[in-house]
Each structure stands twice: as structure tokens, then as C-alpha cells.
């Protein structure tokens, strides 16, 4: 088979997904690296792989078509600085808020998280806690940034993630859900150790500059602080939500 060459009309359009504008339209996305399209490929959500000349092929199921590519197409497809070889164009695998929060125990829902790292790195700390769903609530980060994805580490092909443009309207249904919205504020009232954390429970992490509104963190059962016994101001939005998710899986699982 020749390789694709970057010119070809397909792969410039392609290309396109490169926008956000655009994947929001086709509802279609390009995943990245070996990790991601062997996540993406057992999702059942990818459409083609795209694979550089000579690269190690995946095993894709019989429906996927594949593609060789010239060296220099791939770079194109992909935002990395040193593409791995393999890119998948991928149908968008967000469910609607109601499916991911349906029968959970443990959820964590982002309001206007906007570093594609935190929101990736959070989903890939969800999955590893054994959380059942995510929600990217408010003004967050687009699931389908090449940098949010490349974070989650598979992660997002993993558990079901929610793209809920109302923060409020996120916390509400969380609540609706039966699940106890603990709000992760570095002023809460209750301290993490003291949370109650043994029933199912979303917890709610705020933006890296300004945290949780004070409208939207009162809609919460309780806000709920990490004790900070040195001097830093806060932590990271993806460490603390590291901590909380553990700290509800170990006393759900205990
Ligand atoms: C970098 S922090 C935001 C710091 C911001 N200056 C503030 O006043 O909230 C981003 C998010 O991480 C979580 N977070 C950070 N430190 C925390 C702590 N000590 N306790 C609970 N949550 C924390 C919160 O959800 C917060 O909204």
C-alpha cells in the first residue's frame, strides 16, 4: 500500500479536528500514541487508524480501516513533539451527565477546570481510585484537546466521562443521583479525615486561579478542606483530587 501523503485532500481535513470548532461539530476526534489507540480501539469508538510506514500496526477490529501514512503526514495529524507512529480518528465517547452519575458511588466533577494536564490528569487519578464516572462541568477544558487526553493516559476511554456545560446543573444532578456533593475547598469547614466519605459521593474540584464559586460550592453538602500543615497557599487541583478520590475509595472499599 503507498503511504498517504500529507497533501492528500482526506488527511488536510483530517487535519481539521485539530480545532475544537471542528471536532464539536463532527463529533470526532483524533487520538494519540500507541496507549490511546489501544484504549480508543477497545472503546469500540475508533473509525480509522492512521499508522506511519513501518510503524508496529495495531490489531483493530475488522470494520476499522487503516491507513499508512507518510512520516510527514503523521507529524501533521499529531500534536506531539515526537509522534509515536499511530493516530486514530475516534468518535466523541461522552455520555450524557444523567448515564455517568446513573447508580454511582464515586464521581468527581470538575467546574471550569482549565489546564488540559489537570483535567487529563484527573480522569487518569478517577480511574485509578475506582471512581465510576467524571464530569467536566462549566467553562472546563475540552475532553478532546490532544493535551487532555494525552494526560488521562488511556484514562479516558476507560470510565465514563460527562461534558456538562452548567456547573450548578452538574451538582445538581449529582445530588439527584443519591450521591452527597463533597466540595473540595481549601477553606472548607470539614476536614478531609473527618469528611463523611463511606456512601456514594461526587466531589466537586474548582478552577486552578479561583477555586469554587461561593454559589456553587454552597450547593454542595459540605465543603471539605485537606489539612495544609506547612506553608503553601493550596495545592494542585490534580493532587488534591488525588487525595479525596483515594480517601473515599479506601473508606468505601474498607
Ligand atoms: C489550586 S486550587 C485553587 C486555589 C484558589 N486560590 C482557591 O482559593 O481555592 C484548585 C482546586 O483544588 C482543590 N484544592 C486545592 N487545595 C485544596 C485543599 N487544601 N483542600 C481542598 N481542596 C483543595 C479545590 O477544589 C480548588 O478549587
Given amino acids: 500500500m503507498t503511504p498517504l501523503k500529507a497533501s492528500n485532500a482526506r488527511l488536510k ?15 470526532l476526534f483524533l487520538a494519540d500514541g500507541p496507549k490511546a489507540v489501544e484504549a480508543a480501539l477497545a472503546a469500540g469508538c475508533v ?16 470494520d476499522v480501516r487503516v491507513t499508512v501514512v507518510e512520516d510527514r503526514a503523521l507529524e501533521l495529524l499529531s500534536d506531539a513533539v515526537t509522534p509515536a507512529g499511530v493516530v486514530a480518528l475516534c468518535r466523541f465517547v461522552d455520555v450524557p451527565v444523567a448515564e455517568a452519575l446513573s447508580g454511582a458511588r ?15 490528569t484527573v480522569i487518569r487519578c478517577a480511574d485509578a481510585a475506582g471512581a465510576d464516572a467524571v464530569v467536566l462541568a462549566g467553562h472546563s477544558v475540552d475532553l478532546y484537546n490532544p493535551k487532555t487526553l494525552r494526560a488521562s493516559v488511556g484514562s479516558a476511554f476507560h470510565l465514563p466521562v460527562a461534558v456538562e456545560p452548567s456547573a450548578a446543573a452538574a451538582v445538581q444532578a449529582a445530588g439527584a443521583a443519591g ?13 478531609l479525615y473527618d469528611a463523611p466519605l463511606g456512601g456514594p459521593t461526587a466531589w466537586l474540584f474548582g478552577n486552578e486561579a479561583w477555586g469554587l464559586p ?11 478542606a485537606i489539612p495544609i500543615h506547612g506553608r503553601a497557599e493550596s495545592l494542585n487541583l490534580s493532587t488534591a483530587a488525588v487525595l479525596c478520590l483515594y480517601e473515599s475509595a479506601r473508606a468505601q472499599r474498607s
Fill in 13 to 27: 481535513d483530517v487535519r481539521r479536528l485539530s480545532r475544537r470548532s471542528v471536532r464539536t461539530e463532527r463529533r
Fill in 47 to 62: 473509525e480509522e487508524v492512521f499508522l506511519r510506514a513501518g510503524a508496529e500496526p495495531p490489531a483493530p477490529p475488522a
Fill in 106 to 120: 464515586l464521581v468527581a466533577v470538575c467546574a471550569d477546570v482549565r489546564d488540559p494536564g489537570n483535567a487529563g
Fill in 179 to 191: 450521591l452527597t456533593v463533597l466540595a473540595a475547598d481549601g477553606a472548607g469547614e470539614v476536614g
Fill in 214 to 224: 461561593d454559589d456553587l460550592a454552597a450547593l454542595a453538602d459540605h465543603r471539605v
